[in-house]
């Protein structure tokens, strides 16, 4: 009887013993399966995040690279309008400058005639003068003497103002233009003072034939 208790209590013992060691190894596989599946969810976290952070950088990267062709798009077009109205602002200057150029030219030339003629023509009009003193009154030669005087200083007087309009034009040719709008003006300018010199010019002729008549 003792040894047939003892055998049923061997085969429980037995049974329970197997039963636990499968419980046990099912927990240990239980663990392991949830363990895994942890870290497969913790790899596939930090794998979206490493691409949410690639991809946010990727994006800044294009961003930063549209914003510099952008940036150099509108450089560009800026340098191209400098270019352009550089451009024009120099043919203004160089067009001020041969008008200023041929009109120096000009009116050097006809001041130079005009001097040669008037010292061509001086010995001549002394000799008149002189022929003519003797066949007037004393007191008539000194008054058309003063009036010759008087014009000849009114002449000369011209002749002054326009060799300062002269220079002042010159000076004005070689100063540095700037701007479009400032172009204009020089050139507005310049005819105004062209306007002016042939006025003296003008009235330097019509008092040299003035005074050529009074000699004669």
Not at 20 to 37: P, T
Not at 178 to 189: D, R, S
Request: charged letters at 30%; proline letters at 1%.
């Amino acid at each position: 009887m003792a040894a047939w208790r003892n055998k049923s209590l061997l085969t429980c013992w037995n049974a329970w013993k197997g039963w636990a060691g499968g419980e046990k190894s099912q927990k240990q596989k239980m663990r392991k399966f949830l363990n895994k599946w942890n870290n497969a969810g913790l790899v596939r976290v930090f794998s979206n995040w490493v691409g949410a952070v690639e991809e946010k950088k990727r994006e800044q990267r294009l961003l930063a690279r549209f914003a510099a062709r952008w940036k150099q798009q509108g450089l560009y077009k800026t340098f191209r309008m400098w270019q352009e109205t550089w451009k024009e602002a120099k043919w203004q200057r160089e067009l001020a400058k041969k008008d200023l150029d041929e009109y120096a030219k000009n009116g050097h030339v006809k001041s130079q005639n005009t001097d040669r003629d008037w010292l061509k023509n001086k010995g001549f009009r002394n000799h008149t003068v002189a022929s003519k003193e003797a066949s007037l009154h004393p007191e008539q030669v000194k008054e058309l003497k003063k009036e010759v005087k008087l014009l000849k200083d009114e002449n000369r007087h011209l002749r002054a103002s326009m060799h300062a309009m002269k220079k002042a034009n010159a000076q004005r040719s070689t100063s540095p233009i700037k701007g479009l709008g400032k172009a204009k003006q020089h050139i507005q300018g310049e005819v105004g003072a062209m306007i002016a010199s042939q006025k003296y010019a003008k009235n330097l002729q019509m008092n040299q034939q003035f005074t050529d008549g009074w000699e004669h």
